[in-house]
């Protein structure tokens, strides 16, 4: 490539004019001083323009490695709190299904103790009732026994007279020995 700045020197030197000459024609100045800038900055700015891409080229590539690092850290955090998401949502299905056994085994219980209750006071009833039967049996019995011997001792009075007392009195007497 031909350097502009070159070429231009060139293309004076061949019209038989110098090297570096002042122009007063303010279009054609400027233009050639915007040329020999440009040029000057091709020139220069190459290799610092080119650092700088390089260098943002860089800082690019490396800000693409840590995200696909990150994305990779994410990507294995996110599987381990999958499989701790498993782990706890097996773990409460057994908490569940240990809750749902034990309610069951309690229910069985408390019904067999209530069985067991209701036998007892079924038990505890019929005792009370035998024992309310034997307690009426006995007063009842206490009772016919005090009237029967009411009723005897008042026919006994009543055909009974003295004389019929005292043999029956002797005849006690003799009997026990004496």
Do not use: C, W
């Not at 038989?16 to 091709?42: K, P």
């Not at 260098?55 to 709190?81: D, V």
Request: glycine share 4%; proline share 1%.
């Amino acid at each position: 490539m031909i350097d502009p700045f070159l070429l231009l020197a060139t293309e004076s030197h061949a019209e038989g004019e110098a090297l570096i000459s002042f122009h007063f024609d303010f279009l054609e100045s400027n233009i050639l001083n915007l040329a020999i800038l440009v040029g000057v900055l091709v020139f220069y700015g190459r290799k610092v323009v080119g650092n700088i891409l390089s260098e943002r080229r860089n800082q690019i590539t490396q800000a693409i490695q840590e995200a696909e690092a990150k994305q990779r850290q994410a990507a294995t955090a996110l599987a381990k709190e999958k499989e701790n998401l498993a782990q706890a949502e097996a773990e409460a299905e057994r908490i569940r299904k240990a809750a749902q056994e034990r309610a069951k085994t309690i229910k069985v219980e408390i019904a067999a103790q209530n069985e067991r209750d209701i036998a007892r006071l079924q038990e505890t009833a019929a005792a009370d009732l035998s024992s309310e039967q034997e307690r009426v049996m006995a007063q009842l019995k206490k009772q016919i026994v005090e009237e029967a011997i009411v009723k005897a001792e008042n026919q006994l009075k009543a055909q009974v007279d003295n004389n019929t007392q005292q043999r029956l009195i002797d005849r006690s007497i003799a009997q026990l020995g004496g």
